[in-house]
């Protein structure tokens, strides 16, 4: 009798099923089900995946793999480096803010500082971060220093818990938290504790890092790199699945024919040009950037102040601004700061071009006495090459004609920018005319001036004979451990004072900064407070990724 039942129900849900189904070929109007209308488009018509949000940069130039000790230390060696690497403090649009701290302790003698770190902070291969990358990242900076940031302040770095580290300094710094704690990139100790030689290694798991994005590939021959999000980013959710960053000759034209959609390395008058155009937004910035004369002061004639006096008279700065860069600038002080920084000392009197006044000073010291209508110092004729970038074409025939009109013979040896800087780092040249960040932020930077340049990045410090003042030196260590801050402008205010009473380098001039980008694909850039670290003066804030807003369908 079961058997029988069951059979009949099987029977009845059979003929019931059968019916359901002619009924519904019979009637094509009738709605279907929730479980077969999912069917039904899972069949038929499979959800699309999400479209790959991948956003498109533009470099400064090809500054190599990406590694603290591989990339270029210029600025542009900096941008790719920090989407990988995170910071213990950093900086968003408004100034410094926490990032792997999310806290920190200052001493009573303010040589202490004892960070606080956020928990559950993961490097992008999975491998937990914790103070001790912390004290290994400034143990092997000691070992194998960074250009672009410098620990020489350091005295220890110890480790009290897992998200806990004391780092002492030898002496009272006061930019450290902006020049250093939001400069040096944490490396992961599992990795490079293995690595003898960080100068050479380019495995791809020296890419280590906490941030935001990591690095897919690298094209060494294009200068092209590829990142992917990092989707286990502590800070908060990275708005692109990927970013792809390179070089082009032409951004504007880039951008507008949507090529790329930031063009961060556009001229500023190519900038501005673009207000206007529709889903683009033209920001400007501060530049923190200096175009200025150096002098090897192995040239014996370049150790007369007299010399050195009559050069800043030859030159005509302003024009220089109006001919050579569009006006996209400003003429340089012979304070060497900019106006724009509220450190800015404005009681020093700039020289003002003045061709006679030139002439009269070099009256005093050398002479043109064979007639060729140039002068000799003690026997010598002043003839010098001049160190320029190919870039500085226009630059370099506006010196020329200066100093000529003058007695000085210039000739030019224009090379690539990164020949240029690394020739006046080893002190390779007579005279030289180059540009360079770093500019920005605390006036830590007028460390390059100095001899000693505890604090200055690599890539602004000449090498060489330079110009010696005990004066200066005491006065920029002084301004370095002052707490009280009127004080400290007191100081910074003197060694305004003193480079421009002493010529030891020549202010050219303070460029302008503007950028353009497609808002219709990526909104939210901005500039950073006085710089990405020591003042990079790019729109490529790793935390305009998180912060900004994906726009594009």
């Given at each position: ?5 069951a ?7 059979s ?14 109007t009738?709605?279907p089900t929730?479980a ?15 479209k ?7 470099a400064?130039m090809?500054?190599g793999f990406?590694?603290p000790h591989?990339t270029?230390?210029k600025g542009a ?9 995170d910071?213990?403090m ?6 410094i ?6 806290s920190y302790?200052v ?10 770190l ?6 992008n291969?999975g ?12 143990d092997?900076?000691a070992k194998f220093?960074?250009s672009w940031?410098s620990t020489?302040?350091?005295k220890?770095v110890?480790?009290?818990?897992e998200?806990?580290?004391e780092i002492?300094l030898n002496e009272?710094?006061?930019p450290?938290?902006?020049d250093?704690a939001?400069s040096v990139p ?13 100068t050479?290694?380019t ?6 890092g ?9 094209d060494?021959e294009?200068?092209v790199?590829v990142?992917?999000?990092n ?10 699945d990927?970013m ?11 951008l507008?024919n ?6 961060a ?12 155009e529709?889903?683009?937004t ?12 150096l ?14 006096e009559?050069?800043v008279?030859a030159i005509d700065?302003?024009?220089?601004v109006?001919k050579?860069y ?8 012979d304070g060497?700061?900019d106006p724009?920084?509220?450190y ?9 071009y003045?061709?006679a006044?030139a002439?009269?000073?070099l009256?005093?010291?050398?002479k043109?006495?064979?007639?060729d209508?140039i002068r ?5 004729k002043?003839?010098y090459e001049l160190?320029i970038s190919?870039?500085?074409e226009?630059l370099?025939?506006?010196l ?5 009109a003058?007695?000085?013979?210039l000739t ?16 390779s ?6 540009g360079?960040g770093?500019?920005?932020g605390?006036?830590k930077y007028m460390?390059?001036?100095a ?14 004979n330079r ?8 006065t920029m ?7 009280d801050?009127?004080?400290?402008e007191?100081l910074?205010?003197k060694?305004?004072q003193?480079i421009a ?16 980008y497609?808002?219709s694909v ?8 006085d710089?990405?670290?020591s003042?990079i ?6 935390l ?10």
């Amino acid at each position: 009798m079961k058997r029988f039942i069951a059979l009949m129900m099987v029977l009845a849900m059979s003929l019931s099923l059968f019916a359901g189904c002619a009924k519904e070929e019979e009637t094509t109007t009738a709605a279907p089900t929730t479980a077969a209308t999912e069917a039904t488009k899972a069949t038929e018509a499979p959800t699309e995946a999400p479209k790959e949000r991948v956003l498109r940069i533009d470099a400064m130039m090809n500054s190599g793999f990406p590694a603290p000790h591989t990339t270029s230390p210029k600025g542009a060696g900096y941008v790719p480096l920090q989407f990988i690497y995170d910071t213990l403090m950093w900086k968003d649009a408004s100034g410094i803010i926490p990032l792997l701290a999310k806290s920190y302790d200052v001493s009573s003698d303010s040589k202490t500082y004892t960070f606080h770190l956020n928990e559950g902070v993961k490097f992008n291969d999975g491998t937990p971060f914790t103070a001790e990358d912390v004290k290994f990242t400034f143990d092997y900076f000691a070992k194998f220093p960074y250009s672009w940031v410098s620990t020489e302040k350091v005295k220890e770095v110890r480790v009290v818990d897992e998200v806990t580290v004391e780092i002492e300094l030898n002496e009272v710094y006061v930019p450290f938290i902006t020049d250093i704690a939001a400069s040096v990139p944490m490396l992961p100790k599992h990795v490079f504790e293995k690595v003898e030689d960080p100068t050479t290694y380019t495995e791809m798991d020296a890419l280590t890092g906490t941030g935001p994005m990591k690095l897919e590939s690298y094209d060494p021959e294009a200068g092209v790199w590829v990142f992917v999000k990092n989707a286990d980013y502590f800070y908060g959710e990275v708005q692109v699945d990927k970013m792809i960053l390179s070089q082009y000759e032409d951004p504007k034209t880039a951008l507008l024919n949507g090529d790329i959609d930031v063009a961060a390395t556009t001229s500023f008058k190519q900038a501005l040009s673009m207000e206007g155009e529709e889903n683009i937004t033209v920001l400007q910035g501060p530049s923190l950037w200096l175009s200025r004369i150096l002098l090897n002061f192995d040239e014996p004639a370049f150790n007369e102040l007299a010399v050195r006096e009559a050069m800043v008279y030859a030159i005509d700065r302003e024009a220089i601004v109006k001919k050579a860069y569009n006006g996209a600038g400003i003429a340089g002080t012979d304070g060497f700061m900019d106006p724009s920084s509220p450190y800015f000392n404005d009681k020093v009197v700039s020289r003002t071009y003045d061709e006679a006044k030139a002439n009269e000073l070099l009256d005093t010291v050398a002479k043109d006495t064979d007639g060729d209508g140039i002068r000799e110092y003690k026997g010598k004729k002043m003839s010098y090459e001049l160190l320029i970038s190919e870039a500085d074409e226009a630059l370099a025939e506006l010196l020329k004609a200066y100093f000529g009109a003058v007695g000085i013979e210039l000739t030019a040896k224009a090379t690539d920018d990164n020949t240029v800087k690394q020739l006046i780092q080893e002190g390779s040249f007579t005279i030289c005319a180059n540009g360079h960040g770093s500019f920005g932020g605390d006036p830590k930077y007028m460390a390059n001036i100095a001899t000693k340049t505890a604090g200055a990045a690599k890539i602004t410090v000449q090498g060489g004979n330079r110009w010696k003042s005990d004066e200066y030196d005491q006065t920029m260590a002084a301004s370095l451990s002052e707490l009280d801050q009127a004080k400290r402008e007191e100081l910074v205010d003197k060694l305004q004072q003193l480079i421009a009473d002493n010529v030891p380098t020549i202010p050219l001039y303070y460029k302008n900064n503007a950028c353009a980008y497609n808002n219709s694909v990526y909104d939210g850039f901005f500039y950073t407070a006085d710089g990405i670290s020591s003042g990079i003066p790019y729109i490529y804030n790793k935390l305009v990724l998180v912060t900004g807003e994906w726009k594009a369908n």
